[in-house]
């Protein structure tokens, strides 16, 4: 039985999961998590990867005894676990990819982050709307908290499209591939949390002059600064960098 509220959408286009599979295979690894295998569409391809350890994380026990019955190979590889509640999976270098739930994009998205010391590489499919945001610039009307956290971290390709009819059921949006490499140096900051915390603060009220957004963060001295007169949207994730340095 299909679960909607695990946002199930099993891929049915073999095209796409190999597509998948390639995009994931242009940067090597040692280690792989997959999120969410349901029934095994990008599973059984991953698990023909030669040398790599392998282990996924499903919600749902219903697939997590099918896929043990159907690919013995799983066994103790498999997480019966919300993903979004498990530990780091691996202690040392970690690729991730997964055809994953819409419902929980954002919280993977900021779970990724979490483990990003560890993290290599993620390929992901994404509801379309979510991966335009991760990879947005400033200045678009979807530029926002995730595109500019992610992309502090990581550099981030817009691969492809898929559509709805490549998967079973069809979802009511379109998807998007996209794929995650950590950046060989990141800006500098203050710290990450004043990091974070700024982001989020600025686009809590994105519509707003920054320096009305963001004036519980600075001393009215710093709030000089004409970069305030800017909106959130017009920022650079650099511009957001540079900024903690002068926060309260
Ligand atoms: N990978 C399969 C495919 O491409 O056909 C299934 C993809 S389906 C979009 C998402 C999968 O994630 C489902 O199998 C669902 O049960 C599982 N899932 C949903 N929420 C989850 C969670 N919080 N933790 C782990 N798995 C979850």
């Given at each position: 039985?299909?679960?909607?509220?695990?946002?199930?959408?099993?891929?049915?286009?073999?095209?796409?999961?190999?597509?998948?599979?390639?995009?994931?295979?242009?940067?090597?690894?040692?280690?792989?998590?997959?999120?969410?295998?349901?029934?095994?569409?990008?599973?059984?391809?991953?698990?023909?990867?030669?040398?790599?350890?392998?282990?996924?994380?499903?919600?749902?026990?219903?697939?997590?005894?099918?896929?043990?019955?159907?690919?013995?190979?799983?066994?103790?590889?498999?997480?019966?676990?919300?993903?979004?509640?498990?530990?780091?999976?691996?202690?040392?270098?970690?690729?991730?990819?997964?055809?994953?739930?819409?419902?929980?994009?954002?919280?993977?998205?900021?779970?990724?982050?979490?483990?990003?010391?560890?993290?290599?590489?993620?390929?992901?499919?994404?509801?379309?709307?979510?991966?335009?945001?991760?990879?947005?610039?400033?200045?678009?009307?979807?530029?926002?908290?995730?595109?500019?956290?992610?992309?502090?971290?990581?550099?981030?390709?817009?691969?492809?499209?898929?559509?709805?009819?490549?998967?079973?059921?069809?979802?009511?949006?379109?998807?998007?591939?996209?794929?995650?490499?950590?950046?060989?140096?990141?800006?500098?900051m203050k710290s990450e949390r004043s990091f974070f915390v700024l982001v989020k603060t600025a686009f809590n009220q994105r519509r707003k002059m920054l320096r009305n957004a963001v004036k519980s963060l600075y001393t009215p001295e710093a709030l000089q600064d004409p970069i305030f007169d800017k909106r959130a949207e017009q920022l650079t994730v650099n511009d957001f960098a540079r900024l903690t340095f002068t926060m309260k």
């Amino acid at each position: 039985t299909l679960k909607k509220s695990l946002g199930q959408h099993f891929l049915k286009d073999e095209n796409i999961c190999h597509k998948i599979v390639q995009a994931l295979q242009e940067h090597p690894f040692q280690r792989l998590l997959e999120v969410g295998p349901g029934g095994g569409a990008l599973t059984k391809y991953l698990l023909q990867l030669p040398d790599i350890e392998f282990k996924c994380v499903e919600l749902d026990e219903e697939k997590v005894t099918w896929l043990l019955k159907t690919y013995p190979a799983l066994q103790s590889k498999i997480i019966h676990q919300d993903f979004l509640t498990v530990d780091q999976p691996y202690s040392e270098p970690f690729t991730v990819v997964g055809n994953f739930p819409y419902n929980i994009s954002s919280q993977i998205l900021f779970k990724v982050l979490d483990w990003k010391a560890s993290v290599q590489v993620v390929v992901g499919m994404f509801q379309k709307e979510v991966a335009q945001r991760v990879v947005a610039g400033e200045g678009s009307k979807v530029y926002g908290i995730l595109s500019v956290l992610v992309q502090a971290f990581f550099d981030v390709e817009y691969l492809f499209e898929v559509s709805e009819n490549a998967f079973n059921p069809p979802p009511k949006v379109k998807s998007a591939v996209i794929r995650l490499t950590p950046r060989q140096t990141i800006p500098d900051m203050k710290s990450e949390r004043s990091f974070f915390v700024l982001v989020k603060t600025a686009f809590n009220q994105r519509r707003k002059m920054l320096r009305n957004a963001v004036k519980s963060l600075y001393t009215p001295e710093a709030l000089q600064d004409p970069i305030f007169d800017k909106r959130a949207e017009q920022l650079t994730v650099n511009d957001f960098a540079r900024l903690t340095f002068t926060m309260k």
